[in-house]
């Protein structure tokens, strides 16, 4: 069964910096694109940064670029998220998200996700 375990997120400033981990088990890690997801309250899922399965590529949203990074270990099964200049609209649940496009089907996995809130 697959696992995906999301950490770190809490109560920050505004300015201050988070870093989130997604730990993933039951599945083979390295051929997943993995990405990081948030949910405002009465807004709609929103992608946050995703990153391909040997980490060659990265994307962000708009709202993100430039304060916050992907990365991924591979030997550790975790994608983390740091989280740089938080601003109060970063406050959000935050999930990591697990998946695989082949020819027969997609594979998507969610974490149970994290709150991050930023405040002062």
């Known amino acids: 069964q697959v696992h995906l375990v999301e950490s770190g997120g809490g109560l920050v400033q505004p300015g201050g910096s988070l870093r989130l981990s997604c730990a993933a088990s039951?599945?083979?890690?390295?051929?997943?694109?993995m990405s990081w997801y948030r949910q405002a309250p009465g807004k709609e899922r929103e992608l946050v940064a995703g990153?391909?399965?040997?980490?060659?590529?990265?994307n962000y949203g708009d709202s993100v670029k430039g304060r916050f990074t992907i990365s991924r270990d591979n030997a550790k099964n975790t994608v983390y998220l740091q989280m740089n200049s938080l601003k109060p609209e970063d406050t959000a649940v935050y999930y990591c998200?697990?998946?695989?496009?082949?020819?027969?089907?997609?594979?998507?996995?969610w974490g149970q996700g994290t709150q991050v809130t930023v405040s002062s």
């Open positions: 990153i391909t399965s040997l980490g060659g590529t990265t």
């Open positions: 998200n697990a998946q695989r496009i082949t020819r027969a089907t997609t594979f998507d996995y």
């Open positions: 039951g599945l083979t890690f390295v051929v997943y694109t």
